[in-house]
């Protein structure tokens, strides 16, 4: 095989990670998680990539048509060392993306995007992987990648090994008939400020708060995977809540402090409380590196979610998500 295309899901982190584990270089390229994290890979919004292997060149790289280049073509280019190297092979590669995500928006396109180039690459070099090998690589192209390896909740282990073998994703197991929806509200346009990777590093070195943070995130991880195979939506929610505040309360310690949230992220968030509280809609918020809110719901609450979430000033526009699959390598047709 020498060329392939595969198509990932994004994820949404309902217990979040934020902070690296290890400082030095080796630890730095094995891209390893300080937390665990747990998350829901969507039906919706993802990364269709394809690879085509060449004998000469340079690895070239183009996303929605415009070539890469810098920062964010040495990414690729790193990512594509490793699978070289693991499958014994020398060919460069073209690597074509198109993503169904708003690229660096705070909507995970990361995730989608080295989840696609883990299974497409390999594919194309003939490297034969399991899903936690697939899930160790994806990582260290973005640590959110390596939970889109697997259909629906995935739980992420922060792992012990040096080698981080074991800081992989894994699917979890919820109730019998356990479903929700996920709402993407979307509350700017454009691409955020500060990435995720830069927001961790200060974070980690600046915060008084990121102590606490990395202590207490366990009993949350273990909290939400309970409350999933208990189909328990208003323990996962509020726990999710939890995760979130505490995860943006660390950032916005930091020096100088990291706001992600636009006006209308804090407009949707206090919707979403007295939704809950006043008239007891079981809904619940969470945000990424981003100003965009997620809203974790039931399926029959998600329409009139939909219509009040998307009157608030400065809302663009509302999305509903379900519970989505694994990547798949798509068939040349295709
Ligand atoms: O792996 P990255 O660089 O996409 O970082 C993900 C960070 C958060 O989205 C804020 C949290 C998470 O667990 O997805």
Known sequence: MSNA????????????YWGKRGQDDAHRALNLPATGSLSLT??????????????????RASLDGV????KELGRIQTFLDLVRAR?????????????DVPTAAGLASSASGFAALAVAATTAFELKATDAELSALARQGSGSAARSIFAGFARMERGVLDDGSDAIAAPMSVADGFDVRLLVVRCAQGRKKTGSTVGMQRTTETSPFYDAWVQTHAADLDDATEALAAGDLNRVGETMEHSTLKMHASALAARPGLWYFAAPTVSVMSKVRDLREDDGVPCFFTMDAGPHVKVLCRPQDAPMLVKTLGTIDGVFGVEVAGPGPAPRVMSPGE
């Open 67 to 70: 070539a890469l280049s810098g």
């Open 42 to 59: 969507l039906d919706r919004f993802g990364t269709e990539t394809e690879v085509r292997l060449v004998d000469d060149g340079e690895d």
């Open 5 to 16: 295309r595969a198509y990932a899901h994004t994820n949404i982190a309902l217990i979040k």
């Open 87 to 99: 499958a014994g092979r020398t060919e460069r590669c073209v690597v074509e993306s198109r993503n």
